[in-house]
């Protein structure tokens, strides 16, 4: 089955610099890559996504990048504020009935 | 729309006890997940459903059960809690129309002593 690994496990940057996070995938029939945002105690929330025919995609602060040859997809905040402090998860969907195979978390802590 | 709800929030379990996680949603959605978050862990697939009648184990099935009676509803069953099966839980549902986002549940913390 499919298999996502996730780094850095955690990331700690200061108010107004970039993180990035980044995810590989084993299974080149993956198609979808979903970036959750998990708050403490809360449920896991979608914030940005993009599917295998695409490069690169950007909603304001965020973008997610992808390179389908080396098998790898990242995550880009620009400008954090500490309202971006959670946990991020990767996740990637090799078939249509559209199961997740999550990455292991990211715990991004951005100080004032 | 509630989205997709989930009972009860807590629980504790002693080894050897059964019960039952209930999840519901009521945006018409095919497709339902079952998921197991472990601390500082990733969630991983437990069982999944594709339609009213249909399930499907996922990454780690041993020791759940699932029906899919109707589809708002995906209940999941565990017959003989272990500690291994304490885990925060939880419940998740698509559209059918190719990958796209799972809409999850507030999730259901199960502790077993």
């Known amino acids: 089955g499919e298999n996502v690994e996730q780094h850095p496990s955690t990331l700690s940057v200061q108010e107004g610099d970039s993180a990035v996070i980044k995810c590989t995938y084993s299974?080149?029939?993956?198609?979808?890559f979903p970036w959750y945002k998990q708050e403490l105690g809360k449920r896991p929330q979608l914030i940005i996504d993009?599917?295998?025919?695409?490069g690169e995609k950007k909603d304001q602060r965020i973008a997610v990048t992808l390179n389908k040859t080396a098998k790898h997809f990242s995550l880009h905040i620009t400008e954090t504020q500490p309202e971006d402090s959670a946990v991020y998860f990767c996740a990637a969907s090799p078939d249509n009935f559209n199961k997740f195979y999550f990455g292991s978390g990211t715990k991004l802590n951005v100080k004032p | 729309n509630a989205g997709v709800t989930q009972t009860p929030k807590f629980r504790i379990l002693k080894i050897g006890q059964s019960m039952t996680l209930q999840c519901t949603q009521d945006m018409n959605h095919n497709y339902m997940y079952w998921y197991r978050q472990d601390p500082g862990m990733g969630l991983k697939l437990i069982y999944y459903?594709?339609?009213?009648?249909?399930?499907d184990k996922g990454e780690v099935p041993n020791g759940y059960n699932v029906s899919r009676s109707t589809t708002e509803d995906f209940p999941l069953r565990l017959e003989l809690a272990a500690p291994s099966q304490t885990s925060v839980y939880f419940c998740?549902?698509?559209?059918?129309?190719?990958?796209?986002?799972?809409?999850f549940g507030p999730g259901t913390r199960l502790t077993v002593l």
């Open positions: 299974d080149s029939a993956s198609n979808y």
């Open positions: 993009i599917r295998s025919n695409v």
């Open positions: 459903s594709v339609g009213a009648g249909i399930t």
């Open positions: 998740a549902s698509s559209d059918q129309r190719g990958n796209n986002e799972q809409f």
